[in-house]
């Protein structure tokens, strides 16, 4: 006697529960790459702040280094306090503090001179930005090379010198350098100004 052969399919609510775990996984997906995909954004983002940072605190730790001693030049080492109203931040202030480290310049056509390095933070376009230039031994401007960028997205530049009997100071003009310089220094993702990172470097000071 022959049997038919019956072929047994899939059912209504089988296929429902099919379709709702396939949404559940592709849910999970696209949640895990999103947080995968932010993850590697904010590293990149720290990785780039951190280069910035570092390098500005490079360059200061070589005009330190070639700091030239007063009593060559006549001239100490400056620093002014300052602060002015953090745009990104309403009702906070920002740190822009100012450094003159006398080191010895270049004229234009190459030539060796006794100048001074400033660093201070300038605006450009709406951004915070750390410069340095070359001036006069006092700071005074100089018709040399326009102010360098050192970094971008400078949210806090902050510098205080350690005197004789042991404390920081805010400003220094004294005809002795400090002891040592400690630079504090905050680079912001100017798009995200909430992604900062800080650093903070302390360099012994010795006059050539």
Same mark, same amino acid.
Not at 28 to 41: C, D, P, Y
Not at 80 to 96: C, I, K, L, M, R
């Given at each position: &006697?022959?049997?038919?052969?019956?072929?047994?399919?899939?059912?209504?609510?089988?296929?429902?529960?099919?379709?709702?775990?396939?949404?559940?996984?592709?849910? &999970?997906?696209?949640?895990?790459?999103?947080? /995968?995909?932010?993850?590697?954004?904010?590293?990149?983002?720290?990785?780039?702040?951190?280069?910035? @940072?570092?390098?500005?605190?490079?360059?200061?730790?070589?005009?330190?280094?070639?700091?030239? *001693?007063?009593?060559?030049?006549? @001239?100490?080492?400056?620093? %002014?306090?300052? !602060?002015?109203?953090?745009?990104?931040?309403?009702?906070?202030?920002?740190? *822009?503090?100012?450094?003159? /480290?006398?080191?010895?310049?270049?004229?234009?056509?190459? =030539?060796?001179?006794?100048?001074?390095?400033?660093?201070?933070? +300038?605006?450009?376009?709406?951004? #915070?930005?750390?410069? #340095?230039?070359?001036?006069?031994?006092?700071?005074?401007?100089?018709?040399?090379?326009?102010? %360098?960028?050192?970094?971008?997205?400078?949210?806090?530049?902050?510098? +205080?010198?350690?005197?004789?009997?042991? +404390?920081?100071?805010?400003?220094?003009?004294?005809?002795?350098?400090?002891? !040592?310089? #400690?630079? *504090?220094?905050?680079? @912001?993702?100017?798009?995200?100004?909430?992604?900062?990172?800080?650093?903070?470097?302390?360099? =012994?000071?010795?006059?050539?």
């Amino acid at each position: &006697m022959m049997h038919a052969r019956t072929t047994q399919g899939f059912t209504l609510v089988e296929l429902i529960l099919v379709i709702a775990i396939l949404g559940i996984l592709t849910t &999970m997906g696209v949640v895990m790459f999103g947080r /995968i995909n932010n993850a590697w954004t904010l590293t990149r983002n720290r990785t780039e702040l951190d280069a910035k @940072a570092e390098y500005a605190l490079d360059q200061i730790r070589q005009d330190l280094t070639d700091l030239v *001693s007063p009593a060559l030049t006549g @001239a100490p080492l400056q620093g %002014a306090d300052a !602060a002015v109203p953090d745009a990104a931040f309403p009702g906070a202030n920002a740190a *822009s503090d100012t450094l003159i /480290i006398p080191i010895r310049g270049e004229t234009p056509a190459g =030539a060796e001179m006794l100048a001074a390095a400033k660093y201070a933070v +300038q605006a450009a376009g709406g951004a #915070r930005v750390l410069t #340095r230039t070359q001036t006069g031994l006092y700071g005074e401007t100089q018709e040399t090379a326009p102010p %360098a960028t050192v970094a971008e997205g400078v949210a806090q530049f902050n510098v +205080q010198f350690l005197g004789p009997d042991g +404390q920081w100071l805010d400003a220094w003009e004294t005809a002795a350098p400090p002891a !040592a310089v #400690r630079v *504090s220094l905050v680079v @912001a993702n100017p798009d995200r100004p909430e992604r900062q990172v800080a650093r903070e470097t302390v360099f =012994a000071v010795r006059a050539n």
